[in-house]
C-alpha cells in the first residue's frame, strides 16, 4: 500500500520559514517525480513545484519561485519544500504528490498517481 506522509506545517509569521517533508512508503520512490501542491480555503487545488525522480530538474509556480525550494532525498524517501519569505497568501493545505508519469504531466495534477492527506500551513500578517 502506497502512503505519502507529509509533517512540518504549522503557523508561522509573514515573512518567516517553514521545511516540509514528505515520507513516502510502498513505491520505488527513486522511479517517481515528487511534487508539491496547495488549496487555499475556497479555491482549487494548484501546483507549487515538482522535483524529478533524479533530483536534477526542478520546476516551481511563479507565484513561489525564488522562495520555495524542493528537494529530495533517494535514501530516506522523503521530498522536501523549503518555504521563505512566507507571505498570508501562502496559507494552505499542502500536499505531496508522486507521480510516474512525464515530468510535465504533474504540474495539471493530472500526471499523478499518489497524494499525501495533506499539512496545514497558516501564515499570519
Known amino acids: 500500500q502506497v502512503q505519502l506522509v507529509e509533517s512540518g506545517g504549522g503557523l508561522v509569521q509573514a515573512g518567516g520559514s517553514l521545511r516540509l517533508s514528505c515520507v513516502a512508503s510502498?513505491?520505488?520512490?527513486?522511479?517517481?517525480?515528487m511534487g508539491w501542491f496547495r488549496q487555499a480555503p475556497a479555491k482549487e487545488r494548484e501546483f507549487v513545484a515538482v522535483?524529478?525522480?533524479?533530483?536534477?530538474?526542478?520546476t516551481y509556480a511563479d507565484s513561489v519561485k525564488g522562495r520555495f525550494t524542493i528537494s529530495r532525498d533517494n535514501a530516506k524517501n522523503t521530498v522536501y519544500l523549503q518555504m521563505k519569505s512566507l507571505k498570508p497568501e501562502d496559507t494552505a493545505v499542502y500536499y505531496c504528490?508522486?507521480?510516474?508519469?512525464?515530468?510535465?504531466?504533474?504540474?495539471?495534477?493530472?500526471?499523478?498517481?499518489?497524494w499525501g492527506k495533506g499539512t496545514l500551513v497558516t501564515v499570519s500578517s
Open positions: 504528490a508522486a507521480s510516474s508519469k512525464s515530468y510535465s504531466t504533474v504540474f495539471t495534477g493530472n500526471g499523478v498517481d499518489y
Open positions: 510502498g513505491l520505488t520512490f527513486r522511479s517517481y517525480n
Open positions: 522535483i524529478s525522480w533524479s533530483g536534477g530538474t526542478t
